[in-house]
């Protein structure tokens, strides 16, 4: 379906009896184009020159408008006069400064203008293509969108002060409504990485909200709302809320751990972002000092820094294999033999059904999983000590109760013996420096 523009009964004082139809176009001279635009009514340089804008050159669309107005011995026009932008233009300085005035106080290097075009831009930047067509266009959006972000740039230079505009991770963002003159600000997260170490057991990754109560409070978490009295997240977020002045925060893990079991070792890759942060360039190093010390050295944060996309992506995308130390306990007396034996069957590729324990909030599947190496160490008769290196998404306490089954082969089934996971710690995570990033469906 073609759109039929309405008449606009605004445009008919100009004669456009002289304009090029789109089809008689093929080959647009751009002094005639020019011409015809200056005599259809007062234009300003930036909307002339726009027209124009793709044509060789470094100039910017107002001085070409005005050396083509003059090539034509066309008079100046003022801006507000223009019929194509009502002067929008002259505007800029008074939006840059709107800008400014709401980011004061939040520190950034990098910002992005976006415009809301009002109806009257939108309709005549149609009549335009329509009635005037030109291959070196620029459309209106773009040059409204460079002018406040060079004006934006040059305010801030008198302040000495030093932005630039970024398209993709801006730090703050501006929308000018042209229509209500309105100016918004956004401000962007500032995202963290680092790689933390828990080294006490009974803290979760992010805060564990009870199921039963939805946070409320019940018997089951003992009125808290919480099934773990603290978590990573909750020991780390505050401090970083406090040093950036942000509003508020989450925690993100390249997978996670049983609340139960330590992460020790390197650490475990995590982003940590914060929303509205008025600060940026914090002191890392006094951040990870004090997560430490108001966690009592529960919690440790490495490598942290402001995270990068590659990162991101590495901490999103991250299925990374794991080294684990499990203390393990049989419900009868093994003998050494037996258990170095049953430990060597756990290598290889493992069958496993979604662990009962997880399966109210995963979808219910078999997956195979590669334990890479295991050994084995018997302390007692009845108590041993088991070292797992293995793919991503392998459930270790699973592969040693056997999970009624659900995980196959298991070191119960293999020894014929009930055997349970006491301890459990997660010795390493393997992201890259020479073992491989054993991805897998899932
Ligand atoms: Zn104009
Ligand atoms: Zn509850």
Redesign the pocket.
């Known amino acids: 379906m073609r759109f039929q523009a309405a008449p606009r009964p605004g445009f008919r004082e100009y004669s456009f009896a002289q304009t090029p139809r789109k089809e008689e176009n093929s080959r647009v001279d751009p002094l005639s184009l020019a011409q015809n635009l200056l005599a259809a009514g007062p234009?300003?340089d930036?909307?002339l020159g726009r027209r124009f804008a793709g044509l060789p050159g470094k100039l910017a669309n107002p001085e070409r408008g005005a050396l083509l107005r003059a090539a034509l011995g066309f008079s100046h026009v003022p801006?507000e006069k223009?019929w194509?932008?009502g002067g929008v233009f002259q505007r800029v300085p008074v939006w840059t400064e709107k800008a400014r005035e709401l980011a004061r106080d939040y520190e950034f290097q990098t910002f992005l203008f976006g415009v809301h075009l009002c109806p009257r831009l939108e309709a005549t930047e149609e009549f335009l293509a329509e009635r005037f067509p030109s291959p070196w266009a620029e459309p209106v959006r773009r040059h409204l969108n460079r002018a406040l972000g060079q004006a934006f740039v040059e305010l801030l230079r008198r302040e000495g002060r030093d932005a630039a505009v970024h398209y993709a991770r801006p730090d703050v963002q501006f929308l000018v409504d042209i229509e209500k003159g309105e100016v918004q600000l956004q401000v962007n997260p500032v995202v963290f990485y680092g790689r933390y170490r828990k080294l006490l057991r009974g803290i979760a990754q992010t805060t564990w909200t009870c199921p039963h109560c939805r946070g409320r409070g019940c018997e089951v978490c003992g009125g808290t709302g919480k099934l773990a009295a603290t978590s990573v997240e909750e020991l780390v977020l505050p401090v970083f809320l406090e040093a950036t002045g942000g509003t508020g925060g989450n925690l993100h893990g390249a997978g996670r751990e049983d609340a139960d079991a330590r992460m020790l070792g390197r650490g475990r890759p995590f982003l940590l972002s914060v929303m509205e942060p008025r600060r940026r360039q914090i002191d890392l190093a006094w951040a990870a000092e004090e997560v430490r010390r108001r966690s009592n050295g529960a919690v440790e944060l490495l490598e942290l820094q402001l995270a990068t996309t590659e990162l991101q992506q590495k901490v999103k995308a991250g299925k990374f294999a794991k080294r684990y130390l499990a203390r393990v306990s049989f419900a009868e007396r093994v003998t050494s033999e037996a258990f170095s034996q049953a430990v060597e069957g756990l290598v290889g590729e493992i069958q496993q059904r979604t662990p009962e324990r997880v399966r109210h909030r995963r979808a219910d599947l078999v997956r195979r999983r590669r334990v890479f190496s295991a050994q084995g160490r018997l302390l007692s008769p009845t108590e041993a000590e088991l070292e797992i290196t293995c793919e991503a998404g392998l459930y270790v306490k699973e592969l040693v109760s056997g999970d009624q089954g659900g995980t196959q082969p298991s070191l119960t089934a293999l020894l014929g013996i009930p055997a349970v996971v006491t301890e459990l710690d997660v010795l390493d995570v393997l992201d890259g420096e020479g073992v491989v990033n054993l991805a897998s469906e899932e």
């Open positions: 234009i300003c930036h909307c801006e223009c194509v932008c």
